[in-house]
């Protein structure tokens, strides 16, 4: 699995921006009040990160030899997954609350106290989902074993201890 790159957080940002400055600019020019997230959408982007880094935490443990547990490779990669999705979803909602927030700054009338409190949240928390989705996703890399470079080299089929590896091409 390759790791999550800038260009897709970018990417992602931008498209999340885009679409929260037109939904605010439709609603409106519709005669509809502007899109307030709902305040618990924060809480519940940094309940996600926080929920990332404690699932991703075992996995360091085993992989760092900190902890006698056995490293499972399927809960491993749908961790990392879990983290990947969760950085590029927090890069998404903190651009539609960076849009929302271009939306309001650009308006002649001051909007309320509450409205900026939410979509700065938002933003912010997104942020920090991003931060928590690639620091999750850090945790559960593995460090490159010596025999990576050569495949097969040091393994003995006769040896029960030792699980059948498949290489690719």
């Known amino acids: 699995m390759k790791r999550t790159g800038a260009g897709v957080l970018i990417v992602a940002a931008v498209l999340g921006v885009a679409a929260g400055f037109l939904v605010d600019q439709m609603l409106t020019s519709a005669g509809r009040s502007t ?5 618990t959408l924060p809480i519940l982007l940094l309940l996600l990160g926080v929920i990332v880094i404690v699932l991703a935490l075992p996995i360091r443990r085993a992989t760092r030899g900190t902890s ?83 495949p097969g080299a040091g393994d003995d089929p006769g040896d029960p201890g030792l699980e059948p590896r498949i290489h690719g091409h």
């Not at 899109?35 to 305040?39: E, G, M, Q, R």
């Not at 950085?87 to 001051?110: D, E, K, M, N």
């Not at 928590?132 to 460090?143: D, F, K, P, Y």
């Open 35 to 39: 899109f307030t997230p709902a305040v």
């Open 68 to 150: 006698t547990a056995a490293v499972n490779p399927f809960r491993a990669l749908r961790i990392a997954m879990l983290a990947k999705a969760s950085s590029i979803v927090g890069a998404a909602i903190g651009g539609l609350g960076g849009g929302l927030w271009i939306f309001l700054a650009t308006r002649p009338v001051t909007p309320s106290i509450g409205s900026w409190g939410t979509v700065i949240a938002t933003t912010v928390c997104g942020a920090v989902l991003v931060a928590a989705g690639l620091v999750a996703e850090h945790l559960c890399t593995i460090r490159k074993d010596d025999d990576d470079e050569q």
